[in-house]
């Protein structure tokens, strides 16, 4: 069994030279994210996620949580972990200073979060959905509500979950039917949800659901659907919990992963009603939740990434000790471990390059975030804004659906052993399936992207991205040198994207369905070639650096290695998704769905 070890140094370049540190640094408000604080931060959290989060893994995989006459109990050693994960305030790290958090940018709260989901991701989705709720009410919550919930969720003594599901409604939210009857300052929640993460646990004293309900006379479908504050103690006066609200846990999910997550059937107001605050406005609470899902939507990309990472470095430790068979050609002298044979060393590179393609993704997703916000002239933060939107959805399917195939990889480098729970390669692959189905299907992040996001948009800002990747190749043939080789690969990569997204924008207006049919390959090639653009970028920064005379060479040099890899390996792929983008529709809706 490997122990999770954070990969600091490729993160810290991630957030220095990809994501560019120095840019979000210099935006008001994020000035303190100096690059030794970050170095500092990064390098706590990896010693606690190694310390406190990674021995709980497995132990919470094989024992579970318990739902034992209402009350769900996390499994053995997590409340305590939580108490310390607070107590050292690591829940705070993102939070706003007013109300106690620490106020760092997304683009260094991001890393730290795949540092917690490397090392237990059951864990640390608790705060990942407190971070969510606090981004929500941050947005649309009322000063009250803000004053009331803010310091408590910000420390962690509180957390937060978000509660869309119900039976009925899934990724159709406009199906949503629980109730929500006004009753003087709040109103009365009565209704089922379904899945929800971390819904009921005695990890901290009180948990603030938001949910979504309907209102008596609100309209049907998206449009009626309002947002709710639900805590399950309700505050009193002080800000303590107080009474306990008419919401209780009546079973939870036996799951395929993320087994030490309670996932919970919430029944509101089997009793008077479950007592719940309006957030902003009635029938705007689907764009409000949108608010917590984008967010948690990066946060889910970064799931994929730290169980990728995690895959890659328990695969690794396997490789270097199991031995079997000889180098091929020699028929006598030492058997050798099965890293010296080809295929287990294309394995390794190839989760090695696509982790590192989808952290350097993910983490300039993070940066524009915090220029989103933090950008002083309105048309900064408006494109970065426009840019974060286009990606959103593609860090989160992209980086999920590679994940799974990343786990599965290091399943196959194990061999036999991989397929036997007690290598533990299993669990993270295991763990990753979930997470391209929670915060919406890769199906539903993909019909965004086309629909929202490029065809609605006529292609604005995904063209000028293909521009802007363009501009890259001819750096790469004039830096010459190892880079001249890859720039031809990377060209046709780009150039396969601009002809695919031409095409979205030219059949979309006339016929949606034949883009939805190939919207998931579509979401595949932007990820796929938006990786190769951040490798790209990566060698050449690292070309540049080896110039220096106090380079580190082993670290840059394998950097090169792994963009060399990615663009002669992964990036061919775009050539046949763009092919499947421009002429797979047909096939698809020529079928009845009765003939299938
Ligand atoms: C472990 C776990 C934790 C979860 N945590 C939470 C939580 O904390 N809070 C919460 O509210 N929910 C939570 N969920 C629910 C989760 O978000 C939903 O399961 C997910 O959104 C999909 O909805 P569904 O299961 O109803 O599938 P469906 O919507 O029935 O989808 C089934 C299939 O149809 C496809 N599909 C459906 N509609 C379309 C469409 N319009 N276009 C193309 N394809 C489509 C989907 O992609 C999918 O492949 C959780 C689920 C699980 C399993």
New binding site residues.
């Given amino acids: 069994m490997s122990t999770y070890a954070a990969p600091l140094k490729d993160m810290l370049f991630a957030i220095r030279e990809i994501a560019g540190l120095a840019e979000v640094t210099a935006l008001p408000g994020c000035e303190d994210a100096t690059p030794e604080l970050v170095g500092q931060v990064l390098g706590e959290a990896g010693k606690f996620a190694r310390e406190v989060l990674d021995p709980l893994n497995r132990q919470g995989d094989q024992e579970g949580a318990r739902l034992v006459n209402g009350a769900v109990t996390a499994p053995r050693g997590f409340k305590d972990a939580y108490r310390q994960f607070t107590a050292a305030g690591w829940n705070a790290l993102g939070g706003r200073t007013e109300y106690g958090g620490q106020g760092l940018p997304h683009v260094v709260a991001m890393p730290v979060q795949e540092i917690w989901n490397g090392a237990c991701l059951s864990f640390c989705i608790a705060p990942m959905?407190t971070a969510g709720v606090l981004e929500a009410l941050g947005i649309h919550g009322s000063p009250g509500q803000k004053k009331l919930y803010f310091p408590r969720l910000t420390s962690g003594e509180w957390c937060g979950?978000?509660?869309?599901?119900e039976p009925q409604?899934?990724?159709?939210l406009s199906a949503v039917r629980t109730r929500a009857v006004p009753e003087g300052d709040h109103y009365r929640i009565h209704g089922t949800?379904?899945?929800?993460?971390?819904?009921e646990h005695d990890m901290a004293e009180n948990i603030v659901h938001l949910v979504l309900a309907r209102t008596p006379d609100a309209p049907e479908g998206v449009k009626g659907i309002s947002l709710f504050i639900v805590p399950r103690f309700l505050p009193k006066a002080d800000g303590t919990p107080g009474e306990r609200n008419d919401v209780r846990c009546v079973s939870i999910?036996h799951?395929m992963g993320?087994r030490a997550?309670p996932?919970c059937v919430l029944a509101y107001g089997d009793g008077a009603g479950a007592i719940g605050y309006l957030v902003g406005e009635e029938n705007r609470g689907l764009e409000y939740m949108f608010t917590m899902m984008n967010h948690a939507r990066l946060g889910v990309g970064i799931e994929g990434v730290a169980l990728a990472e995690r895959a890659y470095q328990h695969a690794l430790e396997y490789a270097k000790t199991r031995v079997q068979g000889r180098e091929i050609g020699q028929k006598s002298g030492d058997r050798v471990t099965i890293i010296h044979h080809p295929d287990v060393r294309r394995m390794l590179l190839s989760m090695k390059s696509q982790v590192e393609a989808m952290r350097a993704l993910a983490y300039f997703a993070a940066a524009l975030l915090d220029k989103s916000k933090h950008h002083p002239e309105p048309a900064g933060r408006q494109r970065s804004h426009a840019l974060l939107d286009l990606l959103t959805p593609v860090v989160k399917g992209w980086c999920t659906e590679q994940a799974v195939e990343i786990a599965s990889t290091g399943v196959q480098v194990h061999g036999g052993m991989g397929f036997i729970e007690e290598t533990g390669a299993a669990q993270y692959l295991r763990d990753a399936r979930?997470t391209t189905?929670?915060?919406?299907?890769?199906?539903?992040q993909a019909?965004d992207l086309v629909g929202r996001k490029v065809g609605m948009e006529k292609g604005a800002t995904a063209l000028a991205l293909a521009a802007e990747m363009q501009g890259l190749a001819s750096k790469l043939t004039a830096a010459g040198g190892s880079l001249a080789p890859i720039s031809g690969s990377y060209a046709e990569g780009v150039n396969a994207l601009a002809q695919a997204t031409r095409w979205i924008v030219e059949t979309f207006p006339r016929d949606p369905r034949a883009v939805?049919a190939v919207s998931v390959p579509y979401l595949k090639l932007c990820g796929t070639v938006a990786g190769g653009w951040m490798m790209a970028r990566a060698a050449l920064i690292a070309t540049a650096q080896l110039k220096q005379p106090d380079a580190d060479r082993e670290f840059l040099e394998a950097k090169l290695a792994t963009a060399r890899f990615y663009v002669e390996h992964e990036l061919p792929k775009a050539a046949a998704l763009a092919r499947e983008v421009t002429h797979g529709a047909g096939s698809v809706l020529a079928v009845d769905p009765s003939k299938l």
Avoid: R, V
């Fill in positions: 959905l979950t978000m509660n869309l599901t409604a899934g990724s159709d949800k379904i899945f929800i993460t971390w819904g999910e799951k993320i997550t996932t979930i189905i929670y915060e919406g299907t890769t199906g539903i019909n939805a």
